[in-house]
């Protein structure tokens, strides 16, 4: 009897290893690889990206996203801002996914590569929104103007972090289902995942709405505060600060938008087969939207009671 259910464990076995190696396109099962995959890469239904990866942009891609990340650890460390560890934590994350794409180019057909890449470099951009988050309350307690935040800062960091992590989950389920070998659960994945860049898409929106509301309240109700660092360096005036903020947003929004209008026409539409898409709509925003705060960390505006020393006075020698 224990053989029998080996046997029949082994024909199973076999079946779902048959399957894996067929891949079911458009409801058409294709027999064979291509001899060279190469040789026509638009037309290979084994190459998911429809194109073979450049290794130079890759290596520009990477070297800058890592050069940030590292940048990052270090302010953090030497300046403080540990708030701002998932920025950094999603740095090293994204600098994967580009790692990933190096295996692309010498393994074009390559499902366990592709699945790895895609997911990285999608999910990674969470971390950098769950930051600008948390970075719009620390700014409105910095400046004691926490009541023109429409919500209050604990709830409102709260909320949209809660959304970020729900959004994330979305992605990542979609994603997981988008790369299956039976159609319908790549078409229904495809759409849980484009619902999941929606709903991010929306709050990021709504959040950067509050954000500019914020910023009009102080500026027309709060003049002292607008002005209160004017004759600070640059490094110290809170408006820098809230500049990198508002330019973090914009690049965040770009790359929302562009993932959104991507997977709206499918994984092989016109957007997601052409390289040159990815790397000015999705990675040079995100880049921008990061390497901002190399120039204007944090902590040198927002000071981090940790990293704070507290000096003695001097005892005068007179009586």
């Not at 078409?187 to 929606?198: C, D, E, N, R």
Request: glycine share 8%; with cysteine; charged share 15%.
């Amino acid at each position: 009897m224990a053989r029998r259910y080996r046997f029949v464990e082994r024909i199973f076995v076999f079946i779902a290893i048959l399957a894996l190696m067929t891949p079911i396109v458009d409801g058409q099962t294709i027999i064979g690889r291509p001899a060279n995959p190469f040789l026509d890469p638009k037309d290979d239904p084994y190459n998911p990206l429809r194109y073979i990866t450049s290794n130079t942009l890759t290596a520009i891609a990477f070297a800058l996203v890592m050069l940030v990340a590292l940048v990052q650890t270090f302010y953090m460390f030497r300046y403080g801002a540990k708030w701002m560890l998932a920025m950094v934590i999603g740095g090293y994350t994204y600098s994967v996914g580009f790692g990933c794409r190096f295996g692309l180019h010498y393994h074009p057909d390559s499902e366990g590569i592709y699945i790895a890449e895609y997911l990285f470099i999608v999910l990674s951009p969470c971390a950098f929104i769950a930051a600008n988050y948390v970075l719009l309350g620390r700014l409105a307690r910095h400046i004691s103007c926490p009541t023109h935040v429409l919500l209050p800062v604990r709830k409102l960091t709260f909320v949209f972090v809660s959304s970020d992590v729900t959004t994330f989950l979305i992605q990542a389920t979609g994603g997981g289902l988008s790369v299956s070998h039976n159609q319908a659960q790549r078409q229904g994945g495809s759409h849980i995942f484009l619902a999941g860049l929606v709903l991010q898409l929306v709050s990021f929106t709504l959040f950067s709405g509050i954000y500019v509301r914020f910023l009009y309240r102080v500026y027309t109700l709060e003049r002292g505060v607008w002005e209160r660092d004017k004759a600070e360096p640059w490094y110290r005036d809170w408006r820098t600060l809230a500049v990198t903020l508002a330019i973090s947003c914009i690049g965040i929004l770009i790359r929302s938008g562009y993932r959104v209008a991507e997977l709206s026409q499918g994984f092989q539409g016109y957007l997601a087969t052409t390289e040159g898409f990815f790397y000015a709509l999705d990675t040079l925003p995100l880049v921008i939207a990061t390497s901002v705060y190399v120039l204007c960390w944090p902590a040198w505006f927002i000071k981090d009671e940790t990293k704070i020393v507290h000096v003695e006075p001097k005892l005068s020698d007179s009586p």
